[in-house]
């Protein structure tokens, strides 16, 4: 299993102000993934993070509004940039583990970040 | 479109009774059906991993089940307990990336 710190666990935010988000993991994993999730609603895919290039960003996400950091294969950055109301949520990072081979690939989880926009 | 339907969205149940959740699924080609635990303010932990040639696994009290003939799935929780109270979420693999598909999850309020 893997153990996913992050950090802040909570932020109160301005419109129009940035946050970065850190994700740290307790090994060295080689995809970091970005979620986002709104209230009452499943967890979205924001991007993976990969080390050593830039991240891949899922179809409504774009680099200059969510940039990524992924300086080494523990620790990952979110950055929430010009923030309206609408970006209010739960911001999580995962990695990919294995359990039992192929194909079985489990998810680990942060415990997430709550954003909320004023 | 791959997507995950869970039901019901909430339940309420009264403490040492059993209940059962639900999740239908169209992710095809399929690789792996998940449930996960997310409690309040924390992030999802994984309950069960099932691929296709499996159709029950248990973790505990929990005992999850899957058709891949009809594509659906089940939590069954048994003798509920205060802390089970959460939300608990499908997730579905697709064998081509690997990409998860959510559902919305099911709200679980125990109550005593």
């Known amino acids: 299993s893997a153990v996913i710190s992050q950090k802040p666990s909570r932020d109160i935010c301005q419109r129009g102000t940035s946050l970065t988000i850190q994700c740290q993991v307790d090994?060295?994993?080689?995809?970091m993934f970005w979620y986002r999730q709104q209230p009452g609603q499943s967890l979205t895919l924001i991007a993976t993070?990969?080390?050593?290039?830039?991240?891949?960003?899922e179809s409504g996400f774009v680099i200059d509004k969510f940039p990524i950091s992924r300086p080494n294969l523990t620790f990952s950055t979110l950055t929430v940039s010009n923030m309206s109301p609408e970006d209010s949520s739960i911001y999580l990072c995962?990695?990919?583990?294995?359990?039992?081979?192929?194909?079985?690939?489990?998810?680990?989880f942060g415990p997430g970040t709550r954003l909320t926009v004023l | 479109k791959n997507q995950v339907e869970q039901s019901p969205q909430s339940l309420i149940i009264l403490e040492g009774k059993n209940c059962t959740l639900q999740?239908?699924?169209?992710?095809?080609?399929?690789?792996?059906l998940r449930w996960y635990k997310q409690d309040t303010g924390r992030g999802p932990v994984s309950l069960t991993i099932?691929?296709?040639?499996?159709n029950t696994k248990s973790n505990g009290r929990y005992t999850a089940t899957l058709d891949a003939d009809t594509k659906q799935s089940s939590l069954h929780i048994t003798a509920s307990q205060l802390s089970d109270s959460a939300s608990y979420i499908c997730?579905?693999?697709?064998?081509?990336?690997?990409?998860?598909?959510f559902g919305a999850g099911t709200t679980v309020t125990v109550r005593a």
């Open positions: 995962s990695v990919d583990g294995t359990s039992g081979g192929a194909g079985n690939n489990e998810q680990f």
């Open positions: 090994s060295q994993v080689t995809m």
């Open positions: 993070a990969n080390q050593g290039s830039e991240a891949t960003y």
């Open positions: 999740c239908n699924y169209t992710v095809s080609p399929f690789s792996n």
């Open positions: 099932m691929t296709f040639s499996e």
């Open positions: 997730v579905v693999s697709d064998d081509n990336d690997y990409k998860l598909s």
